[in-house]
Structures are given as structure tokens and as C-alpha cells.
């Protein structure tokens, strides 16, 4: 079985950094992705992590620990348009399919 | 690339209405896909995947049903909807150049 966990909402404001944790717990273990999703879109790919460590992608970063079972996804220099829901999902050994938290929505303000 | 490709955007069924979602994909053969649906407030649920024409595993309750007739088709269906059927739903293939998913727009769904 698996189980991952993200806060609910998080408010942030613009051009301040705010950082979106996510914890897992799971029988095995690949990877991790984050996913943005913007209200009635699809999520979209942000970010694969494999190895531990923080991998950095312009204003997003993320990081992965896999003795913790712990991920986090850093956003720099908020801007408005990253008021999204911010979905990690772990991608679980023998697993046909990626196992999502239920999401992070993150409000950014003036 | 793969593209996914899913319709309608926006669908209001009255409750013990059929349903049919339709999933096409353009890019690599015999892709895996699967079927999420997204409730409000709520993470992604899987409903569904298939690994080839004609097999479709199942993770949920027995009102929904899948059908894979192509190799780069997929649909979701119902033969009569519940109010708790409401909700977002997503197709999914690979995503061959950052590994995951990538995904169709998605279906509104409301039943009412």
C-alpha cells in the first residue's frame, strides 16, 4: 500500500518563496514527480526526482530524501500565475499507474 | 511526443443517464493508459488502466466500466450515472520525455 500526504492550502505572497511539502510512505519505491495544476486544466509536469538531493529548474526546485520518505517543491519569486494545485505523485516499484497525494493549493497574493 | 486527446470539456447528465468519455492518443503504439477521476477538493483517484487492446484493469466500483476497442483509443463509460459520479475526469498515457503522465484536457462532468 502506499500513502502520501500534503498540506491542504498554503497562501503566499508575490515574490516571496514558499516551500510544499510531502511526506510518502510505500511498500517500494522509484521516484517522485510534482505536477501543477491550475484550477480546470490537467495537471502538468514539474519535476522527477530519483536520487536524493535538490534538483533546480529555474524559479522550481525540488528535493527528495528517500530514507525520510520526504519531498518538498521550492517556488522562488512567486509570481500570481503560480496559484495552482501542486499534486505530488509517487511512482511505486511493480506499479502499473503513479499514486497521487490530493494536492497542495497554493494562493498566491498582492 | 504523445498527445492525449479526450472530449467533451463539459458534460451536465442527469442521474440513470449512460455515459461515454472517449481518449485518443497520438504518438507511440500500445501506450498505457489510464482513467482518473478528480473530485472537488479531492487528489486523483485512478479508475482505470490498460496495457493493450481488449485489457483493462479495474480499481473501482462496478458503475463505471472501460473498453480499450483500439490500440490508441480508450473510453470510459456508465449505463446510468450517480450523483457521486460528478466530477473531473483525466486520461493519461506516458510522458516519453520527462517520464509520468502526460494528460488529456479533461471532462467536467455533472451529474444532476
Known amino acids: 500500500g502506499q500513502n502520501i500526504d500534503q498540506p491542504t492550502e498554503m497562501t503566499a505572497t508575490e515574490g516571496a518563496i514558499v516551500q510544499i511539502n510531502c511526506t510518502y510512505q510505500?511498500?517500494?519505491?522509484?521516484?517522485l514527480f510534482w505536477y501543477q495544476q491550475h484550477a480546470g486544466e490537467a495537471p502538468t509536469f514539474l519535476s522527477y526526482n530519483v536520487l536524493d538531493g535538490l534538483e533546480e529548474k529555474g524559479r522550481f526546485s525540488s528535493f527528495l530524501s528517500r530514507s525520510k520518505g520526504y519531498s518538498y517543491l521550492l517556488l522562488k519569486e512567486l509570481q500570481m500565475k503560480d496559484s495552482a494545485s501542486y499534486l505530488c505523485?509517487?511512482?511505486?516499484?511493480?506499479?502499473?499507474?503513479?499514486?497521487f497525494g490530493t494536492g497542495t493549493r497554493l494562493t498566491v497574493i498582492p | 511526443s504523445q498527445t492525449i486527446h479526450q472530449w467533451p470539456a463539459t458534460l451536465v447528465q442527469p442521474v440513470g443517464s449512460p455515459l461515454s468519455l472517449e481518449c485518443t492518443v497520438e504518438?507511440?503504439?500500445?501506450?498505457?493508459l489510464y482513467w482518473y477521476r478528480q473530485a472537488a477538493g479531492r487528489g486523483l483517484q485512478l479508475l482505470f488502466y490498460?496495457?493493450?487492446?481488449?485489457?483493462i484493469s479495474s480499481e473501482v466500483p462496478q458503475n463505471l466500466s472501460a473498453s480499450r476497442p483500439q490500440d490508441r483509443q480508450f473510453i470510459l463509460s456508465s449505463k446510468k450515472l450517480l450523483l457521486s459520479d460528478s466530477g473531473f475526469y483525466l486520461c493519461a498515457g506516458p510522458d516519453e520525455i520527462n517520464y509520468g503522465y502526460t494528460f488529456g484536457s479533461g471532462t467536467r462532468l455533472t451529474v444532476v
Open positions: 504518438g507511440t503504439s500500445n501506450p498505457n
Open positions: 510505500t511498500s517500494g519505491f522509484n521516484g
Open positions: 490498460s496495457v493493450g487492446i481488449g485489457q
Open positions: 505523485a509517487v511512482d511505486q516499484t511493480g506499479a502499473n499507474n503513479l499514486f
